[in-house]
């Protein structure tokens, strides 16, 4: 997330006119604006150009939702190359209490 203040700004389209609609993001910190200016630049397109572009890739990626908590657990650690814990020996289980009537 870029610190982006939610702010949607739709033009409205007459049936007979061809637009698209537009978005309007406020509050966007300087050094993004920055990083997607020099990006735009080496791409030889418009800053315009460059965020579409950046939101297509981003929104066409699909999310695979994990099958169970442990599948997303691993996903999180396989990225950082997996962790290894020591596990203790189990101690033997204690008698359970016997209750007299």
Same mark, same amino acid.
């Given at each position: 997330?870029?610190?982006?203040?939610?702010?949607?700004?739709?033009?409205?389209?007459?049936?007979?006119?061809?637009?698209?609609?537009?978005?309007?993001?406020?509050?966007?910190?300087?050094?993004?604006?920055?990083?997607? +200016?020099?990006?735009?630049?080496?791409? !030889?397109?418009?800053?315009?150009?460059? =965020? &579409?572009?950046? *939101? $297509?890739?981003?929104?066409?990626?699909?999310?695979?939702?994990?099958?169970?908590?442990?599948?997303?657990?691993? +996903?999180?650690?396989?990225?950082?190359? !997996?962790?290894?814990?020591?596990?203790? =020996? &189990?101690?033997? *289980? $204690?008698?359970?209490?016997?209750?007299?009537?």
């Amino acid at each position: 997330m870029v610190g982006l203040t939610d702010f949607l700004s739709i033009n409205d389209c007459n049936e007979s006119i061809d637009c698209m609609p537009s978005i309007t993001i406020r509050d966007l910190e300087s050094n993004v604006k920055d990083r997607l +200016r020099l990006r735009a630049a080496r791409h !030889g397109r418009s800053m315009e150009e460059e =965020a &579409r572009d950046i *939101l $297509r890739a981003a929104l066409a990626e699909k999310t695979r939702r994990p099958a169970s908590l442990f599948e997303a657990i691993r +996903r999180r650690i396989d990225s950082i190359g !997996g962790v290894e814990l020591d596990i203790p =020996a &189990r101690s033997p *289980l $204690r008698e359970p209490p016997r209750f007299e009537e």
